[in-house]
Antibody, heavy 118, light 111 residues
Framework: QVQLQESGPGLVKPADTLSLTCTVS????????WTWIRQPPGKGLEWIGH???????NYNPSLKSRVSMSVDTSKNQFSLKLSSVTSADTAVYYC????????????WGQGTMVSVSS | QSVLTQPPSASGTPGQRVTISCSGS????????VNWYQQLPGTAPKLLIY???QRPSGVPDRFSGSKSGTSASLAISGLQSEDEADYYC????????????FGGGTKLTVL
């Protein structure tokens, strides 16, 4: 059973950079697209972006100027950095796998809550 | 404001059939496949339907999806109490170099 686990600080100060890592278990990261999705409290889902194991990435146009993603194939991990955060970035952050065949997010991490506050 | 439009709520009694709509545009639903996700309270979303009407292994056939033009629908027949959840539609949008979009979500209440 493929597993994804998010990790990172639960509290980030305004204007700082939010950094999260997703550890992938029981499947090689060198196959699929790896995705970050977030959900503000009581609100809907927002796609942040995805990255292929080669390092090729696509980002949500609304976040593109503040987002960067990377992959570490040696650790089977991928990461998210979101700069200049504000309270609007407070959300549960999920990592997920996007399969090429189904073209959908078929495996999700449990999510990690990140609050932006001083 | 979500790119895809869903009704904020839906409801039904056990055994009933309910449908949830999802409206988009030519750059997303009109030209791409639609996926549906179920999010039970306090949990991560789960893939329910992919490629408009395909069910992943383990998803009951009570759940079905369809698409026509720039709209899609999720139907749940034989409604059960455990179906009470939030449901999200999603599709790739071809505008602005491409990005995934979601509906705002529909909260399904089983009365």
């Amino acid at each position: 059973q493929v597993q994804l686990q998010e990790s990172g600080p639960g509290l980030v100060k305004p204007a700082d950079t939010l950094s999260l890592t997703c550890t992938v278990s029981r499947v090689s990261i060198a196959i699929y697209y790896w995705t970050w999705i977030r959900q503000p409290p009581g609100k809907g889902l927002e796609w942040i972006g995805h990255i292929f194991y080669t390092g090729s990435a696509n980002y949500n146009p609304s976040l593109k100027s503040r987002v960067s993603m990377s992959v570490d194939t040696s650790k089977n991990q991928f990461s998210l950095k979101l700069s200049s955060v504000t309270s609007a970035d407070t959300a549960v952050y999920y990592c997920a796998r996007r399969t090429i065949v189904q073209d959908a997010f078929d495996v999700w991490g449990q999510g990690t809550m990140v609050s932006v506050s001083s | 404001q979500s790119v895809l439009t869903q009704p904020p709520s839906a409801s039904g009694t056990p055994g009933q059939r309910v449908t949830i709509s999802c409206s988009g545009s030519s750059s997303n639903i009109g030209s791409k496949t639609v996926n549906w996700y179920q999010q039970l309270p306090g949990t991560a979303p789960k893939l329910l339907i992919y490629d408009n009407n395909q069910r992943p292994s383990g998803v009951p056939d009570r759940f079905s999806g369809s698409k026509s033009g720039t709209s899609a629908s999720l139907a749940i027949s034989g409604l059960q109490s455990e179906d009470e959840a939030d449901y999200y539609c999603s599709a790739w949008d071809d505008s602005l170099n491409g990005f995934w979009v979601f509906g705002g979500g529909t909260k399904l209440t089983v009365l």
